[in-house]
């Protein structure tokens, strides 16, 4: 997942400004989303190397549940 935008990631996955500001710092807090902001633009959010691993995990549930 590439780096994005607070609006990227609303219009990506369908939440309205209420959710974001609900859920953003939520992920944040528990280390799955992490930021870096520059002087010219807004902060942009990556995912963070623990929420990596557990998407990797979770994909890997999935295959074995598929099969």
């Known amino acids: 997942m590439a780096p ?3 609006s ?6 369908g ?5 974001a500001k609900r859920y953003l710092p939520y992920l944040i807090s ?3 989303l ?3 902001s520059n002087e010219q633009g ?3 959010y990556e995912i963070s ?5 557990l998407l990797t ?10 099969t």
């Open 4 to 6: 994005a935008t607070k």
């Open 8 to 13: 990227g990631i609303r219009f990506s996955v």
């Open 15 to 19: 939440l309205n400004h209420s959710q």
């Open 30 to 32: 528990e280390g799955y």
């Open 34 to 36: 992490q930021t870096s």
């Open 42 to 44: 807004p902060s942009v």
């Open 49 to 53: 190397p623990k929420r990596h691993k």
């Open 57 to 66: 995990i979770l994909n890997e549930l999935s295959e074995m549940v598929d």
